[in-house]
């Protein structure tokens, strides 16, 4: 079992920044994906980031549209992952989802169906 916990969300202005945090607890694997989706209300939960590692490598891949903006990494000794947001806009505030799974690295990656396991969620608002 893995238990994910998210932290870090809040309220910001338009233009500011956020951290989000996602600690994983439970068994560890050398082979693993963690991803970030966001929900709001009524809609599907979307895709926004997600690191996959092997050993020492590690691969990187975000939603077309949050390149350069969101930057996601992982502290390997505080089994942590972290999602940085930059310029945040009105349209980005939305509940955000840590999940853990092995969805490979093609299109399950970045649908929900690829994850097994999922945090609580933390509300991101900002503000206009």
């Known amino acids: 079992q893995v238990q994910l916990v998210e932290s870090g969300g809040g309220l910001v202005q338009t233009g500011g920044s956020l951290r989000l945090s996602c600690a994983a607890s439970?068994?560890?694997?050398?082979?693993?994906?963690m991803g970030w989706f966001r929900q709001t209300p009524g809609k599907e939960r979307d895709f926004v980031a997600r690191?996959?590692?092997?050993?020492?490598?590690?691969?990187?891949d975000y939603a077309d549209s949050l390149k350069g903006r969101f930057t996601i990494s992982r502290d390997t000794a505080n089994s942590t992952v972290y999602l940085e947001m930059n310029s945040l806009q009105p349209e980005d505030t939305a509940v955000y989802y840590c999940?853990?799974?092995?969805?490979?690295?093609?299109?399950?990656?970045?649908?929900?169906?690829?994850?097994?396991?999922w945090g609580q969620g933390t509300q991101v608002t900002v503000s206009s």
């Open positions: 999940a853990g799974g092995d969805p490979g690295s093609g299109a399950r990656s970045r649908l929900p169906i690829g994850y097994n396991y």
């Open positions: 439970g068994r560890t694997f050398s082979a693993y994906t």
């Open positions: 690191i996959s590692w092997r050993g020492s490598l590690h691969w990187r």
